[in-house]
Nanobody, 118 residues
Framework: VQLQAYGGGLVQAGGSLRLSCAAS????????MGWFRQAPGKERELVSRIRWNGGSTYYTESVKGRFAISRDNAKNTMYLQMNSLKPEDTAVYYC????????????WGQGTLVTVSS
């Protein structure tokens, strides 16, 4: 499975961006997927995840109510709609996938940089 994340960029605080993660190589219908981010000098953290069937989602506390994760299995693509962006959301965002029965993520995209200016 190859994952490619895109959609990052520079945005002012309060603005919005939508990240996309396109998968190739095989269908992701049975894979859980997630968005992670890593800010300069900080450890990578899980931002949001979505079950293989879209039936369950998780958000880290700092993005609840502002970010929305979704997926389109027919297009083999996952999205992260980010609204009301804050400077502290600045990070490289990575998408990842894992078989729904595993705990750890097996496949990672290359990352897309999100910069939020104050």
């Amino acid at each position: 499975v190859q994952l490619q994340a895109y959609g990052g960029g520079l945005v002012q605080a309060g603005g919005s961006l939508r990240l996309s993660c396109a998968a190739s190589g095989r269908t992701l219908r049975s894979y859980d997927m997630g968005w992670f981010r890593q800010a300069p000098g900080k450890e990578r953290e899980l931002v949001s995840r979505i079950r293989w069937n879209g039936g369950s989602t998780y958000y880290t506390e700092s993005v609840k109510g502002r970010f929305a994760i979704s997926r389109d299995n027919a297009k083999n693509t996952m999205y992260l709609q980010m609204n009301s962006l804050k400077p502290e959301d600045t990070a490289v965002y990575y998408c990842a996938a894992k078989p729904e029965w595993k705990w750890e993520y097996d496949y990672w995209g290359q990352g897309t940089l999100v910069t939020v200016s104050s």
